[in-house]
Every structure is written in C-alpha cells, then in structure tokens.
C-alpha cells in the first residue's frame, strides 16, 4: 500500500478490509482508505474497480472466487492456494 497509496496516478486504494476496522483506522484514514469488515462490505461497493488480496495464504482461493464473482480485476499475492 505505501509504495502505490498517493504515488501511482493509475491505482490508489480506497477501502480496507480487516479483521478490527478499529485497530486500523487511524493507518487507513492517513492514506485515505475506508477501513471495512467483512469482505462482503467491499465486495457490495460499486465504486471499486478491482482488489487486492494480501492475506494469508490459506484464504487466498476462497477469497478470489468471491472476489471474481463481481467481474472485476483480483490481484492475489502468491501462491494462489496451497491446495489444488
């Protein structure tokens, strides 16, 4: 997030999903990203072109199927699962 967050004139990041919304809001709204919980929350906004998915590995598949099913972009760190 810190090298694309106000750098990129392409990308910029507009929600966060966490697990405690409140525990990183103060991180998020410095950036001028909208702390949210659960994914659906930004899965439902359609205003978001696209997602990110930094998460542990163990959540990756399930997350990028859900993520996909909108018909928008998923940018997954890898692997991609760890199962196949």
């Given at each position: 997030m810190n090298s694309v967050q106000g750098l990129s004139v392409v990308v910029?990041?507009?929600m966060s999903v966490t697990r405690d919304p409140n525990a990183?809001?103060?991180v998020c709204m410095r950036r001028g990203i909208i702390p949210v919980e659960p994914l659906e929350a930004?899965?439902?906004e359609y205003s978001i072109d696209g997602f990110v998915r930094a998460t542990p590995h163990s959540l990756h598949s399930d997350q990028v199927i859900k993520c996909a099913l909108p018909r928008k972009p998923v940018v997954v760190e890898k692997p991609l699962a760890l199962t196949m």
């Open positions: 910029q990041f507009g990183s809001k103060k930004a899965l439902s």
